[in-house]
């Protein structure tokens, strides 16, 4: 019979782990696809479930009060936004997809560099509940601040248009469209240019007849397209690392695997794309290019680790997080050491 896991200080036991998931490329998405973290966690007794059928909120802040065994591989604006207001997270891994970070206009605006978007309207989505939660607004700021740097301008060379940013049901398949409201401004002429992230941003753009004026992905820098996704953090609660440190190891480990199935296996990665972004098989060609399932690694790099700290100076700059983070001290490598050396062995047996 499967142990189950008990805290060393007689905690209750740990009988299930939850995920959080967003609409994206994630190796711990993959793994779960494939069904190797059930398997891996079901000969303990644990079950792995998604938050989304919990009935636990998904405020960042609210679900790390709620349930402390939770792994979270999502954008960075929400993990930031809880940990500013005091969520006991810890960073145990950043990733890296590009996916179709782009400037949208219509077609025939003769609009091709980042120097014609000077003077242009462009769409700014409205703020949600909160600023915390305003995750398009987000996006878009950070996103037009990098296509204008790429010609020497600042987000004051352009003309914001407020835009609605109206609520998301995570369940229908149009439901991702619904983030790009200034897709149908640009096609109705209300505005001149749109930024936009992801497979189901693409797939809209495209039935609208709009083109790419500004594709984000294919400058050499990355620090032109840093922003809610790149990169992307993997936290956990610290109640995790004090108490159930091989959870997380064994979880990360399951993780890199399926990193590794990915880089050898696209076709049937897509289809799993499909699933997890409600797109297309076209809308997701279109968004995940350039060798993108070789790099679902998740790292600790210094690279990685500075430009999620200028994503954090970014959002708090512009009012979306209460306190200033310190990303360094949110950062705990243990467990990704461990999975790593704990993979080597893997693939030496």
Same mark, same amino acid.
């Given at each position: 019979?499967?142990?189950?896991?008990?805290?060393?200080? *007689?905690?209750?036991?740990?009988?299930?782990?939850?995920?959080?998931?967003?609409? /994206?490329?994630?190796?711990? #998405?993959?793994?779960? $696809?494939? !069904?190797?973290?059930?398997?891996?966690?079901?000969?303990? !007794?644990?079950? /792995?479930?998604?938050?989304?059928?919990?009935?636990?909120?998904?405020?960042?802040?609210?679900?790390?009060?709620?349930?402390?065994?939770?792994?979270?591989? *999502?954008?960075?604006?929400?993990?930031?936004?809880?940990?500013?207001?005091?969520?006991?997270?810890?960073?145990?891994?950043?990733?890296?997809?590009?996916?179709?970070?782009?400037?949208?206009?219509?077609?025939?605006?003769?609009?091709?560099?980042?120097? %014609?978007?000077?003077?242009?309207?462009?769409?700014?989505?409205?703020?949600?509940?909160?600023?915390?939660?305003?995750?398009?607004?987000?996006? $878009?700021?950070?996103?037009?601040? !990098?296509?204008?740097?790429?010609?020497?301008?600042?987000?004051?060379?352009?003309?914001?248009?407020?835009?609605?940013?109206?609520?998301?049901? &995570?369940?229908?398949?149009?439901?991702?469209?619904? &983030?790009?409201?200034?897709?149908?401004?640009?096609?109705?002429?209300? /505005?001149?240019?749109?930024?936009?992230?992801?497979?189901?941003?693409?797939?809209?753009?495209?039935?609208?007849?709009?083109?790419?004026?500004? %594709?984000?992905?294919?400058? @050499?820098?990355?620090?032109?397209?840093?922003?809610?996704?790149?990169?992307? @953090?993997?936290?956990?609660?610290?109640?995790?690392?004090?108490?159930?440190?091989?959870?997380?190891?064994? &979880?990360? %480990?399951?993780?890199?695997?399926?990193?590794?199935?990915?880089?050898?296996?696209?076709?049937?990665?897509?289809?799993?794309? #499909?699933?997890?972004?409600?797109?297309?098989?076209? !809308? /997701?060609?279109?968004?995940?290019?350039?060798?993108?399932?070789?790099?679902?690694?998740?790292?600790?790099?210094?690279?990685?680790?500075?430009?999620?700290?200028?994503?954090? %100076?970014?959002?708090?700059?512009?009012? &979306?997080?209460?306190? $200033?983070?310190?990303?360094?001290?949110?950062?705990?490598?243990?467990?990704?050491?461990?999975?790593?050396?704990?993979?080597?062995?893997?693939?030496?047996?």
């Amino acid at each position: 019979m499967a142990a189950t896991i008990i805290s060393p200080i *007689g905690r209750k036991p740990l009988d299930r782990i939850w995920l959080a998931r967003c609409p /994206v490329p994630a190796a711990s #998405v993959v793994a779960w $696809s494939l !069904g190797w973290l059930t398997e891996e966690f079901a000969r303990d !007794g644990v079950a /792995v479930s998604w938050i989304r059928d919990s009935g636990i909120s998904a405020d960042p802040v609210e679900a790390a009060n709620q349930t402390r065994a939770l792994f979270r591989e *999502g954008g960075n604006i929400q993990a930031l936004a809880g940990r500013a207001l005091g969520a006991k997270t810890r960073v145990i891994g950043l990733t890296w997809i590009d996916e179709r970070q782009a400037i949208i206009v219509r077609p025939g605006e003769k609009i091709f560099e980042p120097k %014609d978007l000077k003077g242009l309207r462009v769409a700014l989505p409205d703020y949600a509940e909160t600023r915390a939660t305003s995750i398009v607004r987000g996006m $878009s700021l950070h996103g037009l601040k !990098g296509a204008l740097a790429l010609a020497g301008l600042t987000l004051a060379d352009i003309r914001f248009v407020d835009v609605p940013a109206p609520p998301v049901d &995570f369940d229908t398949p149009d439901s991702f469209q619904h &983030f790009w409201s200034g897709l149908n401004w640009l096609a109705d002429g209300r /505005v001149d240019a749109v930024y936009v992230k992801g497979a189901a941003a693409a797939e809209l753009a495209a039935r609208l007849g709009l083109v790419v004026a500004v %594709d984000l992905d294919v400058h @050499p820098s990355r620090l032109t397209r840093i922003n809610n996704g790149t990169p992307r @953090p993997i936290t956990v609660h610290e109640y995790m690392l004090e108490h159930h440190f091989d959870i997380v190891v064994r &979880f990360l %480990d399951q993780t890199l695997r399926a990193a590794d199935w990915a880089a050898n296996n696209l076709p049937a990665l897509q289809d799993i794309l #499909v699933n997890e972004t409600l797109a297309s098989p076209g !809308g /997701v060609s279109a968004a995940y290019r350039n060798d993108f399932h070789r790099s679902l690694h998740p790292d600790l790099s210094r690279e990685r680790i500075d430009m999620l700290r200028v994503q954090a %100076d970014f959002l708090r700059l512009h009012g &979306f997080l209460e306190h $200033s983070v310190d990303v360094d001290a949110w950062i705990d490598p243990r467990p990704l050491e461990a999975a790593l050396a704990l993979r080597a062995a893997h693939k030496a047996a």
